[in-house]
């Protein structure tokens, strides 16, 4: 079974205050962090700002 891996977004500062916390695998977890970033943060996806969230990622506490 693949490590579960989360990002939380109460970690980076944001006009929103957001809250959001992401658990899953780490792909799962890459592609709901950029969607969310995009639609919600106005970040643009590219390799460098995924590479930038993977950064970010830890290992879940199951």
Known sequence: M???KST???EFPSEKNCSL???GTE???MDVATQHAV???GHKD???FRAE???T???AND
């Open 53 to 55: 969230i993977k950064k």
């Open 8 to 10: 939380d977004c109460r």
């Open 46 to 48: 590219t390799p460098e």
């Open 57 to 59: 990622l830890k290992d």
């Open 21 to 23: 916390f992401i658990s």
């Open 27 to 29: 792909q799962e977890v």
């Open 39 to 41: 639609a919600s943060h």
């Open 2 to 4: 693949a490590q579960r």
